[in-house]
């Protein structure tokens, strides 16, 4: 329901755009996310907005970097990475949330995509 891509290979400094096709109609309500995973560390969040995109919030560890945006009439969430680092490395994960409001913790997200690989080669 929820279907990650754009992830791969990118050289430290260069750019990457992730998408994700939410499939649920009832979905397009619901706030969005973006979190990552590096192996052998815990998943962490790195953006989310709320359902109209009028509220946003990112990690600081991507903030100024890294944009959170939706197409609605697409039902697609992206996130734009900028000045990527190799501590930027990991599978990253859309999800939508419980509810319509911004939420940065995992728990309040319903419905999480399978994820796609992002590799910073230095």
């Known amino acids: 329901q929820l279907q990650a891509s754009g992830g791969g290979l990118v050289q430290a400094g260069g750019s990457l755009t992730l998408s994700c096709a939410n499939s649920r109609r009832t979905s397009s309500n619901n706030g969005m996310g973006w979190f990552r995973q590096a192996p052998g560390k815990e998943r962490e969040f790195v953006a989310a907005m709320s359902w109209n995109g009028h509220m946003k919030d990112y990690s600081d560890s991507v903030k100024g970097r890294f944009t959170i945006s939706r197409d609605r009439a697409k039902n697609t969430v992206y996130l734009q990475m900028n000045s990527t680092k190799p501590e930027d490395t990991a599978v990253y994960y859309c999800?939508?949330?419980?509810?319509?409001?911004?939420?940065?913790?995992?728990?309040?997200?319903?419905?999480w995509g399978q994820g796609t690989l992002v590799t910073v080669s230095s």
């Open positions: 999800a939508a949330a419980l509810s319509s409001a911004l939420t940065t913790t995992a728990r309040g997200y319903r419905y």
